[in-house]
């Protein structure tokens, strides 16, 4: 058990650049949620995953955004013509079929220049 | 809407302190609580947890009671460490395996 991964860990861009995250959830977990993160914030919700199908999308999840798990293993959350205001953490966060307890990966840190 | 309110911090304590950090929340049915912790540039960590009523969870020193009357789950410490410095995040899952609803974290300071 190698924990949740995410990369990259840091992601500088340009505003109207386009960005990929990528996710590798704990092995067997079928469940992956991805959560955005703002300084003196706690994490919002914005999409989440059981196996390859994604059951929820928060509002903030604008047509901007789109997240996949095609094979029901990793995921990844792009982000189109990318705005300051997307600037952030994104998490993603992994479970169980068994046990309700989201763990955590380290988060990619976003800054839109 | 389902959502947590936590005190504001910073919470500021000379070690050896007892720590309370006030969750209060507001959801239907009957939700799962947890407290993660944030130490500074690592990951959010699961600290405990607690799925029904009267449920206490506890890690590492740290408690907290599921209190449905009064809404609750405060986190508590007999006695804290420069090493608990860290932000401390109330959360809740509506019913299992949904998504987590945050408070906005605390902040604590421990000094030597």
């Known amino acids: 058990d190698t924990g949740v991964s995410q990369n990259p860990r840091h992601k500088i861009t340009k505003r109207g650049q386009n960005v990929t995250f990528r996710c590798d959830p704990i092995s067997e977990h079928n469940r992956l949620y991805w959560y955005r993160q703002t300084l003196g914030q706690g994490p919002e919700f914005l999409t989440y995953?059981?196996?390859?199908?994604?059951?929820?999308k928060s509002r903030l999840l604008s047509d901007r955004f789109s997240a996949e798990r095609p094979k029901g293993s990793f995921s990844t959350l792009e982000i189109q013509r990318t705005e300051q205001g997307d600037s952030a953490m994104y998490l993603c966060?992994?479970?169980?079929?068994?046990?309700?307890?989201?763990?955590f990966g380290p988060g990619t840190r976003l800054l839109v220049l | 809407g389902n959502s947590v309110t936590q005190m504001e911090g910073p919470v500021t304590l000379s070690e050896e302190a007892f720590l309370t950090i006030n969750c209060t929340y507001t959801?239907?049915?009957?939700?799962?609580l947890f407290w993660y912790v944030q130490y500074p540039g690592e990951g959010l960590q699961l600290l405990l947890k607690?799925?029904?009523?009267?449920d206490k969870g506890s890690n590492k020193g740290f408690e907290a009671t599921y209190r449905k009357e009064t809404t609750s789950f405060h986190l508590e410490k007999g006695s804290v460490q420069v090493s608990d410095s860290a932000v401390y995040f109330c959360?809740?899952?509506?019913?299992?395996?949904?998504?987590?609803?945050f408070g906005t974290g605390t902040r604590l300071l421990v000094s030597p």
């Open positions: 995953f059981q196996n390859e199908a994604q059951l929820e």
């Open positions: 607690a799925t029904k009523a009267d």
């Open positions: 966060a992994s479970s169980s079929r068994v046990q309700e307890t989201q763990y």
């Open positions: 959801a239907t049915g009957y939700p799962s």
């Open positions: 959360a809740l899952s509506a019913t299992g395996f949904q998504k987590l609803v």
